[in-house]
C-alpha cells in the first residue's frame, strides 16, 4: 500500500492541474524515462500500455493485471510527481471485476487511471454504450469507496479502433461523463474541428487530447480549442525504439556504425541518473 499522505498530496495536486490552462502528461515507459522526464518540469506523467508491453517484449494488450500493477507501483516509486494509469479495460471481463481491479490500482499510488471501451476484438472493437456505462459506474463506484480522490479518466476508442464516428464517439464521451468520469479522452482525434467538438460536448469537464505524431498544432492551439491536458501515448517510447533499431539493423545489414550518431553520451546518463 502506498503511504496514504503522499498519495493525497498527489492527487490533490492532479487534480488541481485539471482545473483552469492546458497541461502536458508525457508518458514515460520505465522509471529513467519517467525521472528524466520529471527533471525537465513536467508536472504529472501517465504510464503507457503500449510502452510497457514493448518494455517487456509484448504486444500491446498482452500485459496481465499483475505485470501491470507491477509497473504502476515502480513508476510511482520513480518520481514524486502524479500518475495517471493507462489502465485499458479494466483487466476485468465485467463491471465487478473492473471495480476489483481499479481497488488494486489504486493502492498502487496512482493519482489518476482511464477505463477504455475497447473489447480487443477486431470484429466487435467496441462494447455497446449501455455495458460500457456500467464498467464505468463500477470504476467510479471502487475509487469513491477508497475516498474519491483518484481521477477517473473514460475512454472512447472509435478512431483508434477502425470507427471513426464523431457522433457516437461524443455519444459515448457524455454518457462517461455522466457515470462519474472527471476527464474525458477520445485517442484518435486530429482535426480542430473533431477536438472542438469533443471539449463542447463534455464541457465542463477536462479532456485529453492525444498527440502521438507530428502535427501542426502548438500546445498554445490546443489550448485554445479548450483541451485541458495533452499526452503523447507510446509516442516517446516509439521514437526510443526507432533509434534503436536503426543503429542496431545498420550494423546488421551494412557493418557500419552510423546509427550511432546523437546518441546520448553515458557521461549525460550518468549525470541524470546519478542519486544525490
Not at 475509487?143 to 471513426?164: C, M, S, Y
Request: with cysteine; charged share 20%; proline share 4%.
Amino acid at each position: 500500500m502506498f503511504p496514504p499522505q503522499d498519495a493525497f498530496a498527489r492527487r490533490r495536486a492532479f487534480r488541481q492541474l485539471h482545473a483552469s490552462g492546458c497541461f502536458v502528461i508525457p508518458n514515460p515507459w520505465d522509471p529513467g524515462s519517467a525521472k528524466y522526464l520529471e527533471k525537465l518540469g513536467y508536472q504529472a506523467l501517465a504510464t503507457t500500455s503500449s510502452g510497457v508491453a514493448w518494455r517487456h517484449g509484448k504486444a500491446d494488450g498482452q500485459m496481465t493485471l499483475e505485470e501491470v500493477l507491477v509497473h504502476l507501483r515502480e513508476m510511482v516509486a520513480a518520481t514524486s510527481l502524479p500518475v495517471n494509469a493507462d489502465f485499458e479495460a479494466g483487466y476485468a471481463a465485467d463491471a465487478a471485476g473492473v471495480a476489483r481491479n481499479v481497488r488494486l490500482a489504486v493502492e498502487t499510488g496512482v493519482a489518476g487511471l482511464s477505463i477504455e471501451d475497447a473489447t480487443g476484438d477486431p470484429d466487435a472493437p467496441l462494447r455497446d454504450i449501455a455495458t460500457a456505462v456500467e464498467r464505468v459506474r463500477a470504476a467510479r463506484a471502487a475509487i469513491d469507496e477508497t475516498g474519491g480522490e483518484t481521477l477517473l479518466v473514460g475512454r472512447a476508442e472509435n478512431f483508434i479502433v477502425g470507427r471513426p464516428d464523431l457522433d457516437d464517439t461524443l455519444r459515448r464521451l457524455k454518457a462517461y461523463a455522466d457515470a462519474g468520469a472527471d476527464c474525458l479522452y477520445a485517442p484518435g482525434i486530429k482535426t480542430r474541428a473533431e477536438i472542438a467538438a469533443v471539449v463542447a460536448a463534455v464541457a465542463p469537464k477536462p479532456v485529453n487530447l492525444l498527440v502521438g505524431g507530428t502535427t501542426d498544432l502548438t500546445v498554445r492551439d490546443i489550448e485554445a480549442l479548450g483541451v485541458r491536458r495533452i499526452s503523447v501515448g507510446g509516442a516517446l517510447a516509439r521514437a526510443a525504439w526507432g533509434g534503436f533499431m536503426r543503429a542496431a539493423q545498420g550494423i546488421a545489414s551494412t557493418g557500419t556504425f552510423d546509427g550511432l550518431a546523437g546518441a546520448a553520451t553515458g557521461a549525460e546518463l550518468n549525470a541524470i541518473f546519478r542519486s544525490e
